[in-house]
């Protein structure tokens, strides 16, 4: 008999929501009784979309089909958590070439499963499988704190959260008459309600000190950075440790560099885990090389806070600004190096990672994007929970940004995900900011455009499903403002994330906070 024309049957499925990536698929077909093997059926499914963060709103994925007689082939589909999504509440929608798969997770049920889509011609079968999360909502309306200055203080430039506390920095602050001397605000959770319960500033503040440029969380522990400081030199920096003692914020001490040199701006970031602080000074000489950068580790010791260690790269160069993020966790350490060059790539940037090894900080890890991309400043952000560590390139792709996550394994950090967003325009500057905590991670996009508002800035929450990080949703403040910076900071711990926008309060440039929680 004669052979007929081989069929092809591409099924693509794409979230209607916030589609971000794509992945291919291929599949054999069925073969007929006479016929040769047709073509390999290709398949592609849109794998990082805005999953719904509530159990009673609505999914929709589109379905495009493209065959000799797309209104002949037969769509069904079939979903492995009958609880979360059982089989009758799969539907689809429209005829021929463009269809629609609707369904509505059950209402109360959180958790994960997947939905086989088949799809059906005369010559060929194809099957692709949705992963599907669903997850306890995150608040769309954010509890709001605004800057009780009419002139920009920066408040929110910084932000962190632990618990049932959360502190914001507002460096250029005057306090006490001195210009930019800086302040912090710490606010508070009680019942639900989020009240602000104090205003933290320096014991010897001092006009342009800009106290509160980084900020920091541990339980009843806040750390501050002052990177202007001047008690030690000229923008030498210092960082002040307050402790909530009593109900009071109190300063327990304020920590220098036992090096402390004009212009190193030590205090430029700060990050602390349990009894270790990590401090990043961006602009320190290393080796006569201006503006290498370098970190200190101080350790709390039953006498007070002990200077344990200076880091700095392996290869200081000027300008490099070794420092310009930190992070770190129990015995392990990361310092991001945005503008370092990698491969010949100008300001690629790279970022270290630091052991304690018998009471020796030691390097043992160097990571950079997989392709590393002239002027992406990989490592202008970081962040690490346990074994994931989370990096900022916010100047990826021309400016549009990128965020990757590491998992380390078997003494190997591996990548686990490269994040950017759809539809991503320059100077966006998406991976701005990140902050990980357990399998949810958020970042910041402070000059994306948001409701048709120029700059606004926008912050993305993703989760971790078990196999990949998935965008769960994407936040605003309550109202949007022109080159508000939502998004220059974030954080996020347990069933709360913050972020900062300096300059999107309600009588720009004021700033403001929102806490979202869920």
Request: charged residues 15%; negative net charge.
């Amino acid at each position: 008999p004669k052979t007929p024309a081989r069929a092809l049957l591409v099924l693509t499925v794409v979230w209607a929501l916030n589609a971000c990536g794509y992945t291919g698929f291929t599949a054999e077909p069925t073969p007929q009784k006479n016929q040769t093997t047709p073509t390999p059926i290709q398949l592609g499914i849109d794998t990082e979309t805005a999953l719904q963060t509530t159990t009673n709103h609505p999914l929709q994925a589109s379905v495009n089909i493209t065959d000799e007689n797309p209104a002949a082939v037969s769509l069904s589909a079939q979903s492995s958590n009958q609880t979360l999504v059982s089989d009758d509440q799969l539907t689809f929608n429209g005829t021929g070439a463009q269809r629609t798969l609707r369904f509505t997770p059950s209402p109360g049920v959180t958790g994960d499963g997947v939905i086989t889509v088949t799809a059906k011609s005369a010559q060929a079968v194809e099957n692709a499988d949705i992963a599907v999360t669903v997850a306890p909502a995150f608040d769309e309306t954010p509890q709001t704190f605004e800057s009780a200055m009419t002139n920009n203080d920066e408040y929110g430039h910084d932000v962190a959260v632990n618990s049932d506390y959360a502190i914001v920095g507002a460096y250029e602050r005057a306090v006490s008459g001195s210009t930019e001397a800086g302040a912090a605000v710490i606010l508070e959770r009680a019942g639900g309600t989020w009240t602000q319960s104090a205003q933290l500033t320096a014991s010897d503040a001092d006009a342009f000190d800009h106290f509160g440029y980084s900020v920091a969380l541990s339980d009843a522990v806040a750390v501050i950075g002052a990177p202007g400081d001047k008690a030690e030199g000229s923008d030498a920096g210092a960082v002040y440790v307050f402790e909530l003692n009593g109900g009071t914020w109190q300063q327990t001490v304020k920590l220098t560099a036992s090096d402390a040199a004009n212009n190193a701006r030590f205090g430029s970031s700060v990050a602390i885990s349990e009894g270790s602080i990590i401090v990043g000074a961006l602009e320190k000489t290393v080796d006569s090389k201006t503006e290498a950068g370098g970190a200190y580790i101080f350790e709390r010791q039953p006498d007070g806070w002990t200077e344990r260690a200076l880091l700095t790269s392996d290869q200081p160069s000027a300008g490099n600004n070794f420092g310009v993020a930190v992070a770190i966790s129990g015995t392990r350490a990361v310092v991001g190096e945005h503008r370092r060059d990698v491969n010949g790539n100008a300001e690629a940037g790279v970022v270290t990672v630091f052991e304690q090894q018998g009471g020796t900080w030691t390097q043992t890890a160097q990571i950079s994007a997989g392709q590393p991309e002239a002027n992406a400043t990989f490592g202008a952000a970081v962040d690490m929970a346990g074994d994931n560590l989370m990096i900022g390139a916010p100047r990826d792709g021309q400016d549009t940004g990128s965020a990757y996550v590491f998992n380390h394994q078997s003494g190997v950090w591996n990548q686990t995900a490269e994040l950017n967003t759809s539809g991503a325009s320059t100077n966006d500057f998406f991976g701005t900011a990140v902050s990980i905590s357990g399998d949810y991670a958020v970042v910041g996009a402070l000059n994306e455009d948001a409701n048709g508002v120029t700059n606004a800035g926008r912050a993305r929450i993703y989760k971790w499903d078990g196999s990949q990080w998935r965008l769960l949703t994407a936040i605003l403040p309550e109202s949007v403002q022109t080159d508000g910076r939502f998004g220059v900071s974030v954080a996020i711990s347990g069933d709360l994330a913050i972020v900062g926008a300096p300059q999107g309060g309600m009588n720009p440039p004021a700033g403001k906070a929102s806490i979202f929680t869920r």
